[in-house]
């Protein structure tokens, strides 16, 4: 498989519910991102990882905890959610983090859609 | 306060003919801007960018131009195919090594067959 794979792809959990969303990419890349997408809103940046280290936590609540075991692997643990909340999880990868302009581009996985009740 | 801006949340353009897609920035420190087209159920992936060195970049029927004056920029169709229809979403970021993006809301675009 290549790419950047995210599972699951949907997800419906209650409020009291712990989960986790998981993504792996394929490409050998070094900066692992976490993106979330609300209705009618921009992709937010909620986290970044560089060579397995947090770099950015873009002051995303504590029930979102993001877990990085390897340059390969990236999660998201998921606990006491809250119904707005409920949003596409889009995980994505860049070979380093030298940024856009350095001609980094992201590579997106297919998003997880949760659906908090 | 959305940095990025794409006023048109849809756009539906006939076979054939141009596709304009618009995007307005406020921070004057964005000097990288990215356009990413994204399908349903699969992730954003790379279209075209463009730096703030250049005023128009250019990669077979995408051509992206960028105002700075203005602080605007659009993405040219051409010709359209219905498989360009998608969300496409505007980015930017700064050039001060890793510089997060900043996203624009989308614009969804439908070509007629």
């Known amino acids: 498989e290549t790419g950047v794979t995210q599972t699951p792809r949907h997800l419906v959990m209650g409020m009291t519910n712990k989960k986790s969303l998981k993504c792996e990419q394929h490409l050998g890349h070094n900066a692992m991102y976490w993106y979330k997408q609300s209705a009618k809103k921009p992709l937010e940046l909620m986290f970044v990882?560089?060579?397995?280290?947090?770099?950015e936590n873009n002051s995303v609540p504590s029930r979102f905890s993001p877990e990085c075991p390897n340059s390969s692997h990236l999660f998201l643990h998921l606990h006491t959610l809250q119904p707005e909340d409920s949003a596409l999880y889009l995980c994505?990868?860049?070979?380093?983090?030298?940024?856009?302009?350095?001609?980094?581009?992201?590579?997106f996985g297919p998003g997880t859609r949760l659906l908090v009740l | 306060d959305q940095q990025v801006k794409q006023n048109s949340p849809s756009l539906s353009v006939q076979e054939g003919r141009i596709s304009i897609l618009n995007c307005d920035y406020t921070n004057s420190m964005f000097d990288y801007f990215l356009w990413y087209k994204k399908y349903p159920a699969e992730g954003p992936t790379f279209l075209i960018s463009?730096?703030?060195?250049?005023d128009k970049n250019e990669d077979g029927r995408f051509t992206v131009f960028l105002n700075k004056s203005a602080k605007h920029l659009s993405l040219h169709i051409v010709p359209s195919q219905p498989g360009d229809s998608a969300v496409y979403f505007c980015a930017a970021s700064g050039s001060f090594g890793n510089e997060k993006l900043t996203f624009g809301t989308g614009t969804r675009l439908t070509i007629i067959p």
């Open positions: 994505a990868s860049s070979q380093d983090m030298a940024g856009a302009a350095g001609g980094e581009t992201q590579y």
């Open positions: 990882y560089s060579l397995e280290e947090r770099v």
């Open positions: 463009i730096s703030s060195i250049k």
